[in-house]
Structure formats: C-alpha cells, structure tokens
C-alpha cells in the first residue's frame, strides 16, 4: 500500500477518488495528512474538468476517526492544526463540484464534519457516525448537520455524542445510498459518475444556487472561528504534551 497518508486517484478528467490512508490509526488526522489532504483538495478545486469528487478510505473499516489526539502538539502547533482543520471546512464548503463521502466504520468529530460536508453521502452497513465534541466543550457540529437533518435531530445528535448507524442516518435523510460496506466506494463512485454525466457549467452553477441558498459561507466561517478561539483560549483539543 502506498506510503501517503493521503491518495488521490483521478479516474477521469471529471471524477477525482481522494482516500485517507493511516488505517492503523482509523484515518484520525495528524497535522501533516491535515496539510497533504489541504493541498489535494485546493488543487482539485482548480482544476476545471473537475465534475465530482468522492471522498472515501483505503480501508472500509473506517472513514476518520477525528482528530488525533495522540500527535505529539505544544500550544502553538495545536493552534496551527485547528487552523488547518478550519481551513479543510471552508474549502469543502466552498468545493466547486458536487461532493460524494464514503461514510464506513468510523465517521467521528471531524470525520463527521467532513461527511456532513458533502453533497451526497453513501453508508456503508457498519457506520457508526457521531459528534462528540460536547464531551470536551468542541464548538463544532451545528453549522453543517441542523440544515442537513433539522434543529430537533441536530440537537440531539451534538449534545448526546450518541453514535449513529445507517439504518437511522438513512431514515432521517443524512444519507443518501446505503451498501455493505466494501461495496460503499463502488456506490459512491456509480453515484459521482452519474452526476459527472451532467452539464459540467450547469453544475457548478447549481452548487453556487444551493450555496446561495443555504448561507452556508457565513455558518461555516461562525464556526471556524469559535473553534480556532477554543484552541487559543480554551482548553483545546487533548494534545500529548
């Protein structure tokens, strides 16, 4: 298996495949898979072929874990790593394309964040998707799950941490497909061909409208900056020194 924590596989000029690949860890991420997944998706967010993107793991055992809160951080570089994490929100956020996200296995804190992202999801049968944060006092959950699933789920989901399967994520419409889960790639992909098949202009005129639309710009950027204030000035993220 390739050494990359972050592997991006362009099937086509309109399909883009980017897996997370530290599945000893269960995909949690570190501050330098932070900055490779950065890199990768800035640059696929330029490229104007680009009609869908899938986000998926090397191992449907898990999605992401979060944050790794065993990375080895003082103060300053924890603060550096909750930036880089506001800055992979905004970008999903601001994707140019409809985005597809492999939910399997672990799909926690900011794995979560990073499905709730998407435009499309697909559950494999072993999900298990949770906000946890409210555990540790996190400010993160509301911007992206309450226009997703309403206030009432959403309230219930962030301030629990309870773990969600796919048989419940499918019934309150977070989820889009289900499929075991070593076939959730293959649906995801299926899922983004179709979409690729579409009017590359018309959709990405779409993805600005449901932007628009939502205000999504403005709760994402809300967001972000109470959680790069609870980093500076709050207890932050557990770090191991």
């Known amino acids: 298996m390739p050494d990359s924590s972050v592997l991006l596989d362009r099937r086509s000029d309109a399909v883009a495949v980017v897996r997370l690949n530290r599945p000893e860890k269960r995909n949690a991420l570190d501050s330098p898979t932070l900055a490779l997944l950065n890199e990768t998706l800035d640059g696929l967010a330029a490229d104007e072929t680009l009609r869908a993107l899938v986000l998926s793991t090397t191992d449907p055992r898990a999605f992401c874990a979060g944050a790794d809160v065993g990375e080895s951080l003082d103060h300053d570089a924890g603060v550096d790593r909750m930036a880089a994490f506001t800055h992979l929100y905004a970008a999903l956020d601001a994707f140019p394309v409809p985005v597809v996200a492999v ?100 959709l990405r005129v779409l993805k600005g409208m449901f932007a628009h639309l939502e205000n999504g710009a403005r709760r994402v950027a809300y967001e972000n900056e109470l959680l790069l204030r609870f980093q500076r000035e709050g207890a932050g993220l557990p770090r191991s020194t």
């Open 103 to 202: 939910c399997v296995g672990n799909c926690v804190g900011a794995g979560a964040e990073i499905v709730a992202s998407a435009d499309l999801r697909v559950a494999g049968d072993n999900l298990k998707l949770a906000w946890p944060g409210a555990r540790l006092g996190v400010p993160v959950g509301p911007a992206r799950l309450t226009p997703l699933i309403g206030l009432s789920r959403a309230k219930d989901l962030i301030y629990t941490g309870r773990v969600l399967g796919a048989e419940e994520a499918s019934a309150i419409g977070l989820v889009h497909r289900t499929a075991p889960a070593h076939e959730a790639e293959a649906t995801a992909v299926a899922l983004a061909d179709e979409i690729a098949a579409r009017d590359g202009a018309g």
